[in-house]
Protein backbone atom coordinates (compact mmCIF):
# COMPACT_ATOMS: atom_id res chain seq x y z
CA UNK A 1 0.00 0.00 0.00
CA UNK A 2 1.29 3.24 -0.98
CA UNK A 3 1.91 5.62 1.82
CA UNK A 4 -0.83 8.26 2.58
CA UNK A 5 0.00 12.01 2.76
CA UNK A 6 0.28 13.58 5.63
CA UNK A 7 -2.05 16.18 4.01
CA UNK A 8 -4.31 13.17 3.44
CA UNK A 9 -5.13 12.78 7.13
CA UNK A 10 -8.45 13.99 8.97
CA UNK A 11 -8.31 14.91 12.73
CA UNK A 12 -10.90 13.02 15.17
CA UNK A 13 -10.39 14.04 18.76
CA UNK A 14 -12.40 13.48 21.90
CA UNK A 15 -9.86 15.46 24.41
CA UNK A 16 -8.38 12.75 25.56
CA UNK A 17 -7.02 11.25 22.66
CA UNK A 18 -7.43 11.73 18.90
CA UNK A 19 -7.28 9.58 15.58
CA UNK A 20 -6.21 10.27 12.42
CA UNK A 21 -8.36 9.48 9.38
CA UNK A 22 -6.92 9.29 5.72
CA UNK A 23 -9.11 9.74 2.90
CA UNK A 24 -9.58 6.48 1.89
CA UNK A 25 -11.16 5.93 5.07
CA UNK A 26 -8.58 4.62 7.07
CA UNK A 27 -7.97 5.06 10.68
CA UNK A 28 -4.18 4.86 11.11
CA UNK A 29 -3.30 6.22 14.27
CA UNK A 30 -5.24 6.26 17.51
CA UNK A 31 -3.99 6.05 20.97
CA UNK A 32 -7.51 5.34 22.94
CA UNK A 33 -5.87 6.11 26.09
CA UNK A 34 -4.88 9.36 25.97
CA UNK A 35 -3.11 11.61 23.28
CA UNK A 36 0.81 10.00 24.95
CA UNK A 37 0.00 6.48 25.44
CA UNK A 38 0.59 3.80 23.29
CA UNK A 39 -1.17 3.54 19.94
CA UNK A 40 -3.55 0.11 18.83
CA UNK A 41 -3.62 1.51 15.24
CA UNK A 42 -0.01 3.27 13.68
CA UNK A 43 0.12 1.79 10.35
CA UNK A 44 1.22 5.67 10.26
CA UNK A 45 4.64 4.78 11.33
CA UNK A 46 4.33 0.90 9.99
CA UNK A 47 2.54 -0.71 7.16
CA UNK A 48 1.89 -3.78 9.89
CA UNK A 49 1.03 -1.75 12.89
CA UNK A 50 -2.49 -1.89 13.05
CA UNK A 51 -5.25 0.11 11.13
CA UNK A 52 -9.52 -0.27 10.64
CA UNK A 53 -11.03 1.20 6.93
CA UNK A 54 -13.89 1.69 6.36
CA UNK A 55 -14.36 2.11 2.37
CA UNK A 56 -16.14 1.45 -0.78
CA UNK A 57 -14.95 -1.79 -1.74
CA UNK A 58 -12.29 -0.78 -4.90
CA UNK A 59 -11.93 2.51 -3.73
CA UNK A 60 -9.58 4.65 -5.64
CA UNK A 61 -10.19 2.98 -8.99
CA UNK A 62 -11.25 5.34 -11.74
CA UNK A 63 -14.64 7.47 -11.25
CA UNK A 64 -14.28 7.34 -7.61
CA UNK A 65 -14.11 10.53 -5.91
CA UNK A 66 -13.71 11.72 -2.38
CA UNK A 67 -14.98 15.06 -0.86
CA UNK A 68 -14.72 15.38 2.75
CA UNK A 69 -15.34 18.53 5.26
CA UNK A 70 -16.05 18.75 9.60
CA UNK A 71 -19.81 19.45 10.51
CA UNK A 72 -18.93 22.92 11.31
CA UNK A 73 -17.71 23.92 14.50
CA UNK A 74 -16.73 20.45 15.35
CA UNK A 75 -14.31 17.65 14.60
CA UNK A 76 -17.10 14.99 13.58
CA UNK A 77 -15.76 14.32 9.84
CA UNK A 78 -17.69 13.49 7.02
CA UNK A 79 -16.57 11.99 3.42
CA UNK A 80 -18.31 11.46 1.09
CA UNK A 81 -17.36 8.56 -1.61
CA UNK A 82 -18.81 8.78 -5.07
CA UNK A 83 -17.78 5.19 -7.33
CA UNK A 84 -19.77 4.42 -10.14
CA UNK A 85 -22.32 2.74 -8.36
CA UNK A 86 -23.69 5.56 -6.18
CA UNK A 87 -22.32 7.43 -3.50
CA UNK A 88 -22.26 6.77 0.45
CA UNK A 89 -21.16 9.28 3.48
CA UNK A 90 -18.87 8.11 5.74
CA UNK A 91 -19.36 10.14 9.29
CA UNK A 92 -16.61 9.58 11.67
CA UNK A 93 -16.31 10.59 15.51
CA UNK A 94 -14.57 10.13 18.79
CA UNK A 95 -17.60 9.92 20.89
CA UNK A 96 -17.89 13.06 23.58
CA UNK A 97 -20.15 11.31 26.18
CA UNK A 98 -23.90 11.04 26.96
CA UNK A 99 -24.73 14.67 27.65
CA UNK A 100 -21.66 16.72 27.43
CA UNK A 101 -21.87 20.29 26.75
CA UNK A 102 -19.92 23.47 26.86
CA UNK A 103 -16.76 23.13 29.02
CA UNK A 104 -17.22 19.49 30.09
CA UNK A 105 -15.87 18.42 27.19
CA UNK A 106 -13.23 15.79 27.50
CA UNK A 107 -13.56 15.50 31.44
CA UNK A 108 -15.10 12.10 31.05
CA UNK A 109 -14.91 11.12 27.02
CA UNK A 110 -15.82 7.02 27.34
CA UNK A 111 -12.90 6.39 24.56
CA UNK A 112 -15.23 5.26 21.87
CA UNK A 113 -14.67 5.59 17.75
CA UNK A 114 -17.43 6.42 16.06
CA UNK A 115 -18.02 5.26 12.23
CA UNK A 116 -21.77 5.58 10.32
CA UNK A 117 -22.19 5.14 6.87
CA UNK A 118 -25.37 6.47 5.08
CA UNK A 119 -26.41 5.54 1.40
CA UNK A 120 -26.68 8.79 -0.30
CA UNK A 121 -27.50 7.16 -3.61
CA UNK A 122 -27.37 3.85 -5.57
CA UNK A 123 -26.07 0.77 -3.92
CA UNK A 124 -22.48 1.04 -3.11
CA UNK A 125 -20.50 -2.40 -1.81
CA UNK A 126 -18.46 -1.25 1.25
CA UNK A 127 -15.43 -3.18 2.60
CA UNK A 128 -14.67 -2.92 7.01
CA UNK A 129 -11.03 -3.90 7.40
CA UNK A 130 -10.70 -3.70 11.53
CA UNK A 131 -6.79 -5.14 12.26
CA UNK A 132 -5.90 -3.62 15.75
CA UNK A 133 -2.32 -4.48 16.82
CA UNK A 134 -1.74 -2.78 20.16
CA UNK A 135 1.56 -1.36 22.12
CA UNK A 136 2.37 0.62 18.92
CA UNK A 137 2.23 -2.94 16.91
CA UNK A 138 4.03 -4.97 18.69
CA UNK A 139 1.02 -6.94 19.85
CA UNK A 140 -1.51 -8.92 17.58
CA UNK A 141 -4.36 -9.76 19.85
CA UNK A 142 -7.09 -12.59 19.83
CA UNK A 143 -10.05 -11.94 18.18
CA UNK A 144 -13.40 -14.04 19.43
CA UNK A 145 -16.57 -13.64 17.98
CA UNK A 146 -19.07 -13.15 20.90
CA UNK A 147 -22.99 -14.65 20.83
CA UNK A 148 -24.29 -11.06 19.79
CA UNK A 149 -22.10 -10.71 16.73
CA UNK A 150 -19.74 -8.15 18.42
CA UNK A 151 -15.62 -9.02 18.14
CA UNK A 152 -13.83 -8.89 21.51
CA UNK A 153 -9.98 -8.20 20.75
CA UNK A 154 -7.84 -8.57 23.90
CA UNK A 155 -3.84 -9.01 23.83
CA UNK A 156 -1.39 -7.23 26.85
CA UNK A 157 -3.36 -3.93 28.31
CA UNK A 158 -5.86 -3.92 25.91
CA UNK A 159 -9.44 -4.60 25.68
CA UNK A 160 -11.14 -3.60 22.20
CA UNK A 161 -14.99 -4.47 21.36
CA UNK A 162 -16.14 -3.67 17.66
CA UNK A 163 -19.82 -3.78 17.57
CA UNK A 164 -21.58 -3.07 14.30
CA UNK A 165 -25.30 -2.32 14.48
CA UNK A 166 -27.20 -4.77 12.90
CA UNK A 167 -24.42 -6.39 10.71
CA UNK A 168 -22.90 -9.67 12.29
CA UNK A 169 -19.10 -9.34 12.33
CA UNK A 170 -17.29 -12.46 12.00
CA UNK A 171 -13.70 -12.85 13.53
CA UNK A 172 -10.86 -13.77 11.49
CA UNK A 173 -7.40 -15.21 13.18
CA UNK A 174 -6.19 -11.68 13.88
CA UNK A 175 -8.81 -9.28 11.98
CA UNK A 176 -11.96 -8.67 10.51
CA UNK A 177 -13.05 -8.72 7.26
CA UNK A 178 -16.27 -7.38 5.97
CA UNK A 179 -18.24 -6.64 2.61
CA UNK A 180 -21.68 -5.24 2.62
CA UNK A 181 -24.11 -3.32 0.55
CA UNK A 182 -25.62 0.15 1.20
CA UNK A 183 -28.16 1.40 -0.50
CA UNK A 184 -29.81 5.17 -0.48
CA UNK A 185 -31.47 6.48 2.74
CA UNK A 186 -29.84 2.97 4.58
CA UNK A 187 -27.54 3.62 7.47
CA UNK A 188 -25.08 1.23 9.45
CA UNK A 189 -23.16 2.37 12.20
CA UNK A 190 -20.35 1.14 14.07
CA UNK A 191 -18.75 1.27 17.23
CA UNK A 192 -14.75 1.04 18.60
CA UNK A 193 -14.58 0.88 22.70
CA UNK A 194 -12.07 0.78 24.83
CA UNK A 195 -10.93 -0.48 27.72
CA UNK A 196 -7.95 -1.36 30.04
CA UNK A 197 -7.42 -5.13 30.26
CA UNK A 198 -8.10 -4.66 34.01
CA UNK A 199 -10.18 -2.34 34.81
CA UNK A 200 -14.05 -1.33 33.69
CA UNK A 201 -15.20 -3.27 30.57
CA UNK A 202 -15.21 -1.26 27.40
CA UNK A 203 -18.59 1.15 27.26
CA UNK A 204 -21.64 0.14 25.62
CA UNK A 205 -24.01 2.58 23.83
CA UNK A 206 -26.19 3.30 20.80
CA UNK A 207 -23.86 4.80 18.26
CA UNK A 208 -26.39 6.84 16.06
CA UNK A 209 -27.35 9.14 19.42
CA UNK A 210 -23.83 9.22 20.93
CA UNK A 211 -22.63 10.23 17.09
CA UNK A 212 -25.79 13.12 17.32
CA UNK A 213 -24.66 13.84 21.33
CA UNK A 214 -20.71 14.16 20.21
CA UNK A 215 -21.99 16.78 17.24
CA UNK A 216 -24.24 19.03 20.06
CA UNK A 217 -21.44 18.88 22.52
CA UNK A 218 -18.81 20.25 19.82
CA UNK A 219 -21.19 23.34 18.85
CA UNK A 220 -22.33 24.01 22.63
CA UNK A 221 -18.64 24.14 23.36
CA UNK A 222 -17.90 26.49 20.19
CA UNK A 223 -21.34 28.41 21.02
CA UNK A 224 -19.74 29.91 24.35
CA UNK A 225 -16.75 31.10 22.36
CA UNK A 226 -16.89 34.21 19.96
CA UNK A 227 -14.17 35.29 18.18
CA UNK A 228 -14.58 39.43 16.72
CA UNK A 229 -11.56 39.62 14.88
CA UNK A 230 -10.55 39.01 10.86
CA UNK A 231 -10.43 35.91 9.48
CA UNK A 232 -13.23 34.41 11.00
CA UNK A 233 -13.38 31.22 8.80
CA UNK A 234 -9.90 30.31 9.52
CA UNK A 235 -9.95 31.21 12.99
CA UNK A 236 -12.55 29.45 14.35
CA UNK A 237 -11.71 26.19 12.84
CA UNK A 238 -7.66 26.69 14.13
CA UNK A 239 -9.28 27.52 17.52
CA UNK A 240 -11.22 24.00 17.11
CA UNK A 241 -8.48 21.91 16.57
CA UNK A 242 -6.64 23.51 19.69
CA UNK A 243 -9.64 22.19 21.36
CA UNK A 244 -8.63 18.93 19.57
CA UNK A 245 -5.37 18.58 21.20
CA UNK A 246 -6.46 19.77 24.99
CA UNK A 247 -6.14 17.28 26.92
CA UNK A 248 -9.90 17.75 28.98
CA UNK A 249 -9.08 16.44 32.42
CA UNK A 250 -5.63 18.71 32.98
CA UNK A 251 -6.09 21.41 30.75
CA UNK A 252 -2.70 20.62 28.99
CA UNK A 253 -2.48 21.74 25.27
CA UNK A 254 -0.57 18.78 22.87
CA UNK A 255 1.89 20.34 20.65
CA UNK A 256 0.70 17.65 18.24
CA UNK A 257 -0.83 14.56 18.02
CA UNK A 258 1.53 12.40 16.27
CA UNK A 259 5.06 11.16 17.25
CA UNK A 260 8.19 10.72 14.39
CA UNK A 261 6.36 12.27 11.63
CA UNK A 262 9.60 13.53 9.93
CA UNK A 263 10.78 17.05 8.97
CA UNK A 264 12.33 15.54 5.97
CA UNK A 265 11.48 12.31 4.31
CA UNK A 266 14.46 9.93 5.12
CA UNK A 267 16.00 11.88 7.74
CA UNK A 268 16.19 11.50 11.72
CA UNK A 269 15.01 14.56 13.35
CA UNK A 270 11.53 12.69 13.96
CA UNK A 271 10.48 13.25 17.39
CA UNK A 272 7.56 12.91 19.32
CA UNK A 273 5.01 15.38 20.32
CA UNK A 274 2.36 14.23 22.26
CA UNK A 275 3.39 16.06 25.74
CA UNK A 276 2.79 19.86 26.46
CA UNK A 277 5.58 22.70 26.17
CA UNK A 278 6.06 25.15 28.28
CA UNK A 279 7.80 27.46 25.44
CA UNK A 280 4.63 27.34 24.01
CA UNK A 281 2.96 28.60 26.55
CA UNK A 282 2.46 32.54 26.16
CA UNK A 283 1.91 32.10 22.71
CA UNK A 284 -0.94 29.80 23.53
CA UNK A 285 -2.53 31.76 26.12
CA UNK A 286 -2.19 34.05 23.40
CA UNK A 287 -4.35 32.75 21.15
CA UNK A 288 -6.71 31.18 23.56
CA UNK A 289 -7.25 34.43 25.05
CA UNK A 290 -8.35 35.58 21.54
CA UNK A 291 -10.16 32.68 20.38
CA UNK A 292 -11.55 31.29 23.18
CA UNK A 293 -12.48 32.07 26.83
CA UNK A 294 -10.77 33.17 29.82
CA UNK A 295 -11.87 29.48 31.68
CA UNK A 296 -8.80 27.52 28.94
CA UNK A 297 -6.58 30.13 29.71
CA UNK A 298 -7.46 29.47 33.48
CA UNK A 299 -7.34 25.81 33.22
CA UNK A 300 -3.79 25.92 30.95
CA UNK A 301 -2.73 27.76 33.79
CA UNK A 302 -3.28 26.15 36.27
CA UNK A 303 -2.01 22.83 35.06
CA UNK A 304 1.15 24.69 34.43
CA UNK A 305 1.37 25.84 38.52
CA UNK A 306 0.85 22.20 39.65
CA UNK A 307 3.14 20.79 37.02
CA UNK A 308 6.24 22.92 37.68
CA UNK A 309 5.14 22.45 41.58
CA UNK A 310 7.84 23.84 44.41
CA UNK A 311 11.22 25.80 42.37
CA UNK A 312 14.31 24.43 43.43
CA UNK A 313 17.91 24.98 41.69
CA UNK A 314 17.05 22.73 39.03
CA UNK A 315 15.97 24.35 35.58
CA UNK A 316 12.43 24.04 35.23
CA UNK A 317 11.87 21.24 32.22
CA UNK A 318 10.61 22.92 28.81
CA UNK A 319 7.90 20.06 28.18
CA UNK A 320 5.26 18.01 30.64
CA UNK A 321 3.35 15.05 30.12
CA UNK A 322 -0.27 15.56 29.87
CA UNK A 323 -0.95 15.08 33.38
CA UNK A 324 2.60 17.17 34.67
CA UNK A 325 4.58 14.27 34.02
CA UNK A 326 7.97 15.48 34.48
CA UNK A 327 10.68 12.11 33.12
CA UNK A 328 9.99 11.69 29.62
CA UNK A 329 12.57 9.56 29.04
CA UNK A 330 13.03 8.81 24.90
CA UNK A 331 13.03 5.32 23.41
CA UNK A 332 13.10 3.89 19.63
CA UNK A 333 11.03 1.58 18.53
CA UNK A 334 12.83 -0.46 16.44
CA UNK A 335 9.86 -2.79 15.31
CA UNK A 336 8.75 0.39 13.54
CA UNK A 337 9.75 0.81 9.78
CA UNK A 338 8.39 4.97 10.15
CA UNK A 339 6.74 7.09 7.98
CA UNK A 340 7.66 6.35 4.54
CA UNK A 341 10.96 4.87 5.66
CA UNK A 342 12.08 7.63 8.32
CA UNK A 343 13.70 6.25 11.37
CA UNK A 344 14.07 6.61 14.02
CA UNK A 345 10.73 5.86 15.62
CA UNK A 346 10.83 7.98 18.98
CA UNK A 347 8.59 7.87 22.31
CA UNK A 348 9.63 9.68 25.15
CA UNK A 349 11.36 13.09 24.32
CA UNK A 350 14.62 13.91 25.71
CA UNK A 351 14.19 17.52 25.28
CA UNK A 352 12.92 17.26 29.14
CA UNK A 353 16.53 17.32 30.21
CA UNK A 354 17.98 20.41 28.44
CA UNK A 355 18.58 23.18 29.95
CA UNK A 356 15.90 25.79 27.85
CA UNK A 357 16.61 29.56 29.44
CA UNK A 358 13.24 30.58 27.81
CA UNK A 359 11.15 28.48 29.69
CA UNK A 360 10.65 31.52 33.11
CA UNK A 361 10.03 33.71 30.37
CA UNK A 362 7.05 32.27 28.87
CA UNK A 363 5.14 31.37 31.93
CA UNK A 364 6.18 34.68 33.59
CA UNK A 365 4.52 36.62 30.34
CA UNK A 366 1.54 35.00 30.47
CA UNK A 367 0.64 35.60 34.44
CA UNK A 368 1.61 38.84 33.69
CA UNK A 369 -1.30 39.06 30.96
CA UNK A 370 -3.49 36.77 33.47
CA UNK A 371 -3.06 39.25 36.48
CA UNK A 372 -6.42 40.78 36.28
CA UNK A 373 -7.52 36.81 36.81
CA UNK A 374 -5.06 35.92 39.61
CA UNK A 375 -6.51 38.55 42.14
CA UNK A 376 -4.20 41.37 43.52
CA UNK A 377 -2.28 39.94 45.67
CA UNK A 378 -1.26 36.74 44.76
CA UNK A 379 -1.12 33.53 46.52
CA UNK A 380 2.05 32.10 48.04
CA UNK A 381 2.19 29.47 45.50
CA UNK A 382 1.62 31.83 43.11
CA UNK A 383 4.21 34.09 44.95
CA UNK A 384 6.87 31.47 45.14
CA UNK A 385 6.51 30.39 41.56
CA UNK A 386 6.76 34.04 40.41
CA UNK A 387 9.90 34.88 42.96
CA UNK A 388 11.68 31.42 42.08
CA UNK A 389 11.29 31.90 37.94
CA UNK A 390 12.80 35.14 38.79
CA UNK A 391 15.69 34.38 40.71
CA UNK A 392 16.54 31.41 38.25
CA UNK A 393 16.73 33.93 35.59
CA UNK A 394 18.83 36.22 37.29
CA UNK A 395 21.16 34.20 38.40
CA UNK A 396 21.53 31.99 35.05
CA UNK A 397 20.48 33.89 32.15
CA UNK A 398 24.47 34.16 31.24
CA UNK A 399 24.28 30.49 30.40
CA UNK A 400 24.36 28.84 27.49
CA UNK A 401 21.52 26.55 26.45
CA UNK A 402 19.96 24.33 23.50
CA UNK A 403 18.30 27.08 22.59
CA UNK A 404 14.43 27.55 21.10
CA UNK A 405 14.77 24.69 18.23
CA UNK A 406 16.28 21.96 20.80
CA UNK A 407 19.27 21.38 19.26
CA UNK A 408 21.09 18.12 20.38
CA UNK A 409 24.06 19.57 19.65
CA UNK A 410 26.72 21.49 21.84
CA UNK A 411 24.63 24.49 24.38
CA UNK A 412 25.40 27.85 22.57
CA UNK A 413 24.60 31.38 23.39
CA UNK A 414 20.69 31.44 21.80
CA UNK A 415 19.35 34.89 21.06
CA UNK A 416 15.50 33.58 21.47
CA UNK A 417 16.97 32.25 24.86
CA UNK A 418 18.01 35.68 26.02
CA UNK A 419 15.57 37.32 25.03
CA UNK A 420 13.19 35.28 26.59
CA UNK A 421 15.24 36.13 29.84
CA UNK A 422 14.40 39.70 29.20
CA UNK A 423 10.84 38.94 29.33
CA UNK A 424 11.09 36.97 32.48
CA UNK A 425 12.39 40.03 34.22
CA UNK A 426 10.11 42.63 32.56
CA UNK A 427 7.28 40.63 33.61
CA UNK A 428 8.76 40.25 37.11
CA UNK A 429 9.48 43.63 37.64
CA UNK A 430 5.98 44.71 36.63
CA UNK A 431 4.39 42.13 38.69
CA UNK A 432 6.00 43.28 41.51
CA UNK A 433 3.67 44.92 43.37
CA UNK A 434 2.04 41.91 43.64
CA UNK A 435 4.75 39.34 45.12
CA UNK A 436 5.04 40.97 48.97
CA UNK A 437 8.18 42.07 50.84
CA UNK A 438 10.88 39.50 49.20
CA UNK A 439 9.83 41.41 45.60
CA UNK A 440 12.85 42.97 44.51
CA UNK A 441 12.26 45.20 41.50
CA UNK A 442 15.45 47.40 41.55
CA UNK A 443 17.42 44.67 40.97
CA UNK A 444 15.71 43.11 39.14
CA UNK A 445 15.31 45.40 36.38
CA UNK A 446 19.13 45.76 36.36
CA UNK A 447 19.38 42.32 35.36
CA UNK A 448 16.88 43.28 32.68
CA UNK A 449 18.85 45.81 31.43
CA UNK A 450 21.92 44.51 31.29
CA UNK A 451 20.62 41.37 29.37
CA UNK A 452 18.86 43.58 26.53
CA UNK A 453 22.26 45.86 26.48
CA UNK A 454 23.98 42.52 25.75
CA UNK A 455 21.48 41.16 23.44
CA UNK A 456 21.90 44.52 21.37
CA UNK A 457 25.41 44.48 21.84
CA UNK A 458 26.41 40.16 21.03
CA UNK A 459 23.77 39.51 18.71
CA UNK A 460 24.31 41.90 16.13
CA UNK A 461 26.24 41.21 12.97
CA UNK A 462 27.29 44.00 10.87
CA UNK A 463 28.62 42.07 7.60
CA UNK A 464 24.88 40.99 7.30
CA UNK A 465 23.34 43.65 8.90
CA UNK A 466 20.84 41.24 10.89
CA UNK A 467 20.53 39.87 14.62
CA UNK A 468 21.17 35.90 14.45
CA UNK A 469 20.24 33.16 15.65
CA UNK A 470 23.29 33.24 18.60
CA UNK A 471 25.94 35.50 19.87
CA UNK A 472 28.81 35.51 17.49
CA UNK A 473 27.00 33.87 14.81
CA UNK A 474 26.84 34.81 11.10
CA UNK A 475 23.95 32.81 10.64
CA UNK A 476 20.14 34.37 10.05
CA UNK A 477 17.88 32.36 11.81
CA UNK A 478 13.81 32.86 11.85
CA UNK A 479 13.71 33.21 15.66
CA UNK A 480 14.70 36.96 15.29
CA UNK A 481 11.69 37.23 14.25
CA UNK A 482 10.19 36.66 17.72
CA UNK A 483 11.54 39.98 18.86
CA UNK A 484 9.02 42.19 18.11
CA UNK A 485 6.45 40.19 19.01
CA UNK A 486 7.64 39.53 22.43
CA UNK A 487 7.62 43.87 22.58
CA UNK A 488 11.72 43.80 23.07
CA UNK A 489 12.54 46.14 20.03
CA UNK A 490 9.56 47.33 17.40
CA UNK A 491 9.58 46.17 14.30
CA UNK A 492 10.65 49.60 13.04
CA UNK A 493 13.66 49.90 14.76
CA UNK A 494 16.20 50.18 12.16
CA UNK A 495 18.06 47.57 12.99
CA UNK A 496 15.16 45.14 13.42
CA UNK A 497 13.53 46.57 9.72
CA UNK A 498 16.98 45.57 8.22
CA UNK A 499 16.53 41.97 10.03
CA UNK A 500 13.34 41.60 8.84
CA UNK A 501 14.25 42.40 5.23
CA UNK A 502 17.03 40.21 5.60
CA UNK A 503 14.99 36.96 7.00
CA UNK A 504 12.55 37.81 4.36
CA UNK A 505 15.37 37.71 1.51
CA UNK A 506 17.60 34.32 2.87
CA UNK A 507 15.08 32.84 4.36
CA UNK A 508 11.52 33.53 3.07
CA UNK A 509 9.83 31.81 -0.31
CA UNK A 510 8.13 32.82 -3.36
CA UNK A 511 4.99 31.34 -1.68
CA UNK A 512 6.01 33.66 1.69
CA UNK A 513 7.26 30.07 3.73
CA UNK A 514 9.96 31.41 6.06
CA UNK A 515 12.81 28.59 7.12
CA UNK A 516 14.25 28.49 10.06
CA UNK A 517 18.25 28.73 8.65
CA UNK A 518 19.67 28.56 5.49
CA UNK A 519 19.86 24.64 5.30
CA UNK A 520 16.32 24.20 6.70
CA UNK A 521 14.75 21.77 3.85
CA UNK A 522 11.13 23.04 4.50
CA UNK A 523 9.53 25.98 5.20
CA UNK A 524 8.60 26.57 9.13
CA UNK A 525 4.76 27.44 9.36
CA UNK A 526 4.79 29.16 12.91
CA UNK A 527 8.09 31.56 11.76
CA UNK A 528 5.81 31.94 8.44
CA UNK A 529 3.13 33.38 10.81
CA UNK A 530 5.93 35.49 12.55
CA UNK A 531 6.64 37.12 9.70
CA UNK A 532 2.89 38.41 9.11
CA UNK A 533 3.30 39.83 12.94
CA UNK A 534 5.95 41.78 12.46
CA UNK A 535 4.86 43.17 9.05
CA UNK A 536 1.22 43.79 10.72
CA UNK A 537 3.08 46.01 13.64
CA UNK A 538 4.83 47.73 11.15
CA UNK A 539 2.29 49.11 9.60
CA UNK A 540 2.53 47.11 6.23
CA UNK A 541 -0.43 45.93 6.38
CA UNK A 542 -1.35 44.97 2.76
CA UNK A 543 2.02 42.86 2.53
CA UNK A 544 0.98 41.43 5.91
CA UNK A 545 -2.43 40.34 4.85
CA UNK A 546 -1.28 38.66 1.19
CA UNK A 547 1.36 36.50 3.44
CA UNK A 548 -0.99 35.69 5.68
CA UNK A 549 -3.63 34.56 2.82
CA UNK A 550 -0.45 32.40 1.10
CA UNK A 551 0.77 30.75 4.31
CA UNK A 552 -2.92 29.76 4.97
CA UNK A 553 -3.32 28.48 1.85
CA UNK A 554 -0.90 25.49 2.36
CA UNK A 555 -3.59 24.15 4.78
CA UNK A 556 -5.18 21.01 3.88
CA UNK A 557 -8.81 20.75 2.83
CA UNK A 558 -9.89 20.29 6.11
CA UNK A 559 -7.98 23.33 7.47
CA UNK A 560 -5.32 21.31 9.37
CA UNK A 561 -1.58 22.16 9.37
CA UNK A 562 1.31 20.07 10.17
CA UNK A 563 4.52 22.06 11.19
CA UNK A 564 6.74 22.52 8.35
CA UNK A 565 5.83 22.61 4.00
CA UNK A 566 7.92 21.04 1.88
CA UNK A 567 9.34 23.57 -0.24
CA UNK A 568 9.60 21.79 -3.54
CA UNK A 569 6.08 19.85 -3.69
CA UNK A 570 4.17 21.83 -1.13
CA UNK A 571 3.65 18.37 0.79
CA UNK A 572 3.32 18.92 4.98
CA UNK A 573 5.88 17.59 6.81
CA UNK A 574 6.17 17.04 10.48
CA UNK A 575 3.96 16.23 13.13
CA UNK A 576 0.11 16.84 12.80
CA UNK A 577 -2.23 18.72 13.20
CA UNK A 578 1.00 21.06 14.65
CA UNK A 579 -0.60 23.15 17.68
CA UNK A 580 2.08 25.83 17.66
CA UNK A 581 0.59 26.41 13.44
CA UNK A 582 -2.61 26.89 14.38
CA UNK A 583 -1.51 29.05 16.84
CA UNK A 584 0.42 30.99 14.83
CA UNK A 585 -2.64 31.63 12.54
CA UNK A 586 -4.98 32.67 15.14
CA UNK A 587 -2.37 35.25 16.66
CA UNK A 588 -1.27 36.19 13.56
CA UNK A 589 -4.93 36.79 12.78
CA UNK A 590 -5.51 38.74 15.42
CA UNK A 591 -2.47 41.52 15.10
CA UNK A 592 -3.92 42.38 11.36
CA UNK A 593 -7.47 42.88 13.04
CA UNK A 594 -5.19 44.78 16.44
CA UNK A 595 -1.82 45.32 15.32
CA UNK A 596 -0.75 46.80 18.76
CA UNK A 597 -3.39 44.55 21.16
CA UNK A 598 -1.23 41.34 21.58
Not at 54 to 70: D, F, I, M, S, T
Not at 189 to 201: M, R
Not at 283 to 294: E, F, K, S
Not at 531 to 548: I, K, P
Request: include cysteine.
Amino acid sequence: MEQPAIADYGFLSDCRSGALVSRDGSVDWWCPARFDGTAVFARLLSPRAGHYRLAPVGAGRPGHRVEREYLPDTLVLRTVHHTPEGSVAVTDALAAGDGVRGHDLGLNSPAVLLREVKGLNGRVRMALDFTPRPEHGLLTPYLRQQADGEVLATAGPTTLVLRAGDLPLRAGEDSVREEFEVSAGQVVTFDLAYAPAYGDPPARLDASAALQETTWAWESFRETHRYPGRYPDLVRPSATVLTGLTYGRSGAVAAALTTSLPELVGGERNYDYRYSWLRDFAMTMRALWVAACPHETSRLFEWVSRSIGRIGDDPVPVLFGLEGERDLSEHTCPHLSGYAGSVPVRIGNDAWRQRQLDVPGEVLSAIWRLRDHLGGTFDHKLRDMVLGLTEQVASSWWLPDQGMWETREDERHYVSSKVLCWVAMDSAVRLADRLGERADPRRWAAVRDEIRATVLREAWNDEIGAFTGAFGSAELDASALFLPVVHFLSPNNPRMRSTIEAVQRELGTSDGLIRRWSTDPAGFVLCSYWMVECLAMAGETRRAEELFTRVSGHANDLGLLSEQIDLATGAHLGNTPQALSHIGLINAAWRLTDPVGL
